[in-house]
C-alpha cells in the first residue's frame, strides 16, 4: 500500500500510465504514489517492470500517456532545474576535467538567466565543496578516461548536485562498479542526502541496495508495469554495512526477492534457468 504523507509531498503520481507506441501491454499502468521532501526511496523489481520509465517521468524525459503527476503540486511538462539525474553510465563529456564537468550545469542558461558576479564567485565555493565532498580534489584538473569506474560516477554525482537540485533521480547509478567500490558509494550516497536534504528516487536490480539505501522499497510488477508493493524499511538512519548482515535485513530482503520471482512468475532461480535452457535447445 501507499503509506500517506503527512504533509504535501513533493512527488504526487495519480493513475499514471505510459504505453509506447506499438508496445502490446503498457509499460506502466496506473501508478500511486507520494514521495515526501527529503525522503530517500528506492524502486526494485523484475526487467520490464517500468522502473526506469517511471524515473525517466519524473525527469521530464517522457510524458505519460494519462494520469497525473505533480513535483511541488506542479504539472511535470518537461526536463526543470528542479531535478537532476544520474545514470548507470556516467555519461562524463571527454573533453572537460573532472572540475569543468562539475561545473558544466552552471553555464546552461536556465542557470545562467540573471546571474550576478556573486552568484558566479557562490558557484565556485560549491564545486569545490563538491569536489572535497566527492575526495576528488587531487583529480580536479584530470581527464575523465584517467579516472576509475568509481571516481567518474563521483564526478557525475557532483555534477548533479552542482544546481541545488530539490530532486535527485538515480538510474542502477552503481550497477557497473565492483562489490567494494559499491559499498563505498552506499555510505557516500547516503552521506550526501543527509548533508543536501534532497529528494533521491534510485532504481536498482539489486535488493540489498535498495534496503541498504531507502526508507521504503517500492516493488514493482511487469506486464503491465504497475507497483505490487510498498515495504517500509525499519533501520533508521544511521546505518554500517554490518547491517546487510542482519538476520532481520536477511529475511526481509529473502521476502523482497520471493515477491519479485511471483510478479515475475518465476518462483525460483532454477525455474528460469530451466525454462531458458528448454527454449534454447527446442529445435527450430
Not at 49 to 68: A, F, H, M
Not at 259 to 276: C, V, Y
Request: charged fraction near 25%; include cysteine; aromatic fraction near 6%.
Amino acid at each position: 500500500m501507499n503509506t500517506p504523507i503527512t504533509t504535501l509531498p513533493k512527488i504526487s503520481i495519480r493513475g499514471l500510465t505510459k504505453q509506447f507506441d506499438g508496445a502490446p501491454t503498457h509499460a506502466l499502468e496506473n501508478v500511486d504514489l507520494d514521495i515526501g521532501a527529503n525522503e530517500f526511496v528506492t524502486f526494485v523489481g523484475a526487467s520490464g517492470c517500468g522502473k526506469s520509465t517511471l524515473l525517466r517521468t519524473i525527469g521530464g524525459l517522457e510524458t505519460q500517456t494519462s494520469g497525473e503527476l505533480l513535483v511541488d503540486n506542479r504539472p511535470v511538462s518537461g526536463p526543470g532545474i528542479d531535478r537532476a539525474m544520474v545514470f548507470q553510465h556516467y555519461s562524463l563529456y571527454p573533453w572537460m576535467t573532472v572540475m569543468e564537468n562539475i561545473k558544466f550545469c552552471r553555464q546552461l542558461a536556465a542557470h545562467t538567466q540573471d546571474r550576478s558576479s556573486s552568484d558566479v564567485e557562490a558557484a565556485s565555493g560549491r564545486a569545490d565543496a563538491l569536489l572535497r565532498l566527492m575526495g576528488l580534489q587531487a583529480s580536479a584538473g584530470a581527464w575523465p578516461n584517467q579516472l576509475s569506474g568509481g571516481m567518474q560516477q563521483r564526478v557525475a554525482i557532483a555534477r548533479a548536485l552542482m544546481g541545488r537540485p530539490d530532486i535527485v533521480l538515480m538510474d542502477e547509478p552503481f550497477g557497473a562498479l565492483d562489490a567494494q567500490t559499491r559499498e563505498v558509494m552506499h555510505d557516500l550516497i547516503r552521506y550526501v542526502h543527509r548533508l543536501e536534504k534532497a529528494t533521491i528516487v534510485f532504481v536498482t536490480h539489486d535488493v540489498e541496495e535498495a534496503l541498504y539505501l531507502g526508507s521504503r522499497v517500492v516493488l514493482m510488477a511487469p506486464r503491465p508495469g504497475r507497483i505490487d508493493t510498498i515495504y517500509e524499511v525499519p533501520f533508521g538512519d544511521q546505518r554500517t554495512q554490518d547491517l546487510k548482515f542482519a538476520p532481520e535485513f536477511v529475511r526481509l530482503k529473502r521476502d523482497i526477492l520471493e515477491r519479485i520471482r511471483e510478479t515475475s512468475g518465476m518462483k525460483t532461480d532454477l525455474e528460469q534457468l530451466q525454462r531458458l535452457s528448454g527454449a534454447v535447445s527446442e529445435p527450430a
